[in-house]
């Protein structure tokens, strides 16, 4: 079973930036796809991007270009650097195994506001 600590959320204004981290415990970290996903009031839990264990990445078209995923395998922990934030960045941002399983447990996620 792994367990997730996200970290790193806060409010910040249109236009700035935040860097999220994802303390991970348990073995499956180094084998597996780890992902950022978010969650914005209302709408279903969506993937965000993700990156390999061989350090491949791949965002999701809304994040493209402002997001840079990477990990730290000997720490089991995944960032998420996010520049430009806009409005409809603002969610909780969770980090799991990609693909994520329906019995996957989910940490407790970060806050990520964006607003003025």
């Known amino acids: 079973q792994v367990q997730l600590v996200e970290s790193g959320g806060g409010l910040v204004q249109p236009g700035g930036s935040l860097r999220l981290s994802c303390a991970a415990s348990?073995?499956?970290?180094?084998?597996?796809?780890m992902g950022w996903y978010r969650q914005a009031p209302g709408k279903q839990r969506e993937l965000v991007a993700y990156i390999t264990s061989g350090g491949g990445t791949y965002y999701r078209g809304f994040v493209k270009g402002r997001a840079t995923i990477s990990r730290d395998n000997a720490k089991n922990t995944v960032y998420l650097q996010m520049n430009s934030l806009e409005p409809e960045d603002t969610a909780v941002y969770y980090c799991n195994v990609v693909p994520a399983p329906q019995s996957a447990d989910w940490g407790q996620g970060t806050q990520v506001t964006v607003s003025s």
């Open positions: 348990g073995s499956l970290f180094s084998r597996n796809a």
